[in-house]
């Protein structure tokens, strides 16, 4: 079965980086989009991150765009998350999540899910 399983999440200080890893199994993903998502305590799960399995597209949510990277080796059926320049409002257990032909912002139409891995960023 289709298995995402995250890496990579940590305490860091205000300013830091880190970068988390997806590593995906279980089926071809060729024509799958690749997500990334996070959820603060008390908030919804929000958008952070999108590529086409192809690399020919990716999306960032408003709160990341030039902060943070999303990436994927086609070899390692590996995706990325590249965050820089972390604020502690970036402090969540992020997740990663894949769905067939087209990226979406919308967490409802993703069809496979990671069981996620907690970013903290202290001030």
């Known amino acids: 079965q289709v298995q995402l399983v995250e890496s990579g999440g940590g305490l860091v200080q205000a300013g830091g980086s880190l970068r988390l890893s997806c590593a995906a199994s279980?089926?071809?993903?060729?024509?799958?989009?690749m997500g990334w998502f996070r959820q603060a305590p008390g908030k919804e799960r929000e958008f952070v991150a999108a590529?086409?399995?192809?690399?020919?597209?990716?999306a960032y949510g408003d709160s990341v765009k030039g902060r943070f990277g999303i990436s994927r080796d086609k070899t390692k059926n590996t995706v990325y998350l590249q965050m820089n320049s972390l604020k502690p409002e970036d402090t969540a257990v992020y997740y990663c999540?894949?769905?067939?032909?087209?990226?979406?912002?919308?967490?409802?139409?993703?069809?496979?899910w990671g069981q996620g891995t907690q970013v903290t960023v202290s001030s």
């Open positions: 590529i086409m399995w192809s690399g020919s597209s990716t």
């Open positions: 279980g089926r071809t993903f060729t024509n799958y989009a």
């Open positions: 999540a894949a769905r067939p032909y087209a990226w979406s912002t919308n967490k409802y139409e993703y069809e496979y």
